[in-house]
């Protein structure tokens, strides 16, 4: 379980961290976009979009209560993983759990700050845009892409029969 909360912890400094300073330093909400890498076809920019909804922009409503409960779901859902985190089965998963909840708890904290989860990473190329993310929403999907790989590939434990 150390080995989860500890991911947690590190992702949620990192994430709130980079939420600082694209609020504060650079000041992205007056600035919009900010182009950081462009090679060939391929670029990074800093855009500052405030995410009312879920992943993806999902559930975004607009009423009072919109962001209060969307942070307890949440939070719910991260003290599910807590518990699960406490019987991993190996290091990668008590890991991939930490990832997953410390992004959950960081963008909790974004919606009872702001009303929305701060997004400002935007990876695009040829012409598409990725929807624009934070460093939260890369460890919940990174944690869930470990999780998976672990379901789906993990050997199973070897029968103890009797011979």
Known sequence: MRIGLLMAALLLAADQLSKWWVLEVLDLPNRRTLPLVEAGPLGLDLTMVWNRGVTFGLLSGEGPLNHIILAVLAAVIAAFLLRWMARAENRAVATALGAVVGGAVGNVIDRLR??????????????WHWYVFNIADAGIVCGVFVLLADALFRKPPASKEAA
Do not use: P, T
């Open 114 to 127: 702001f009303g929305a989860v701060v997004d400002f990473v935007d990876a695009h190329g040829w012409g």
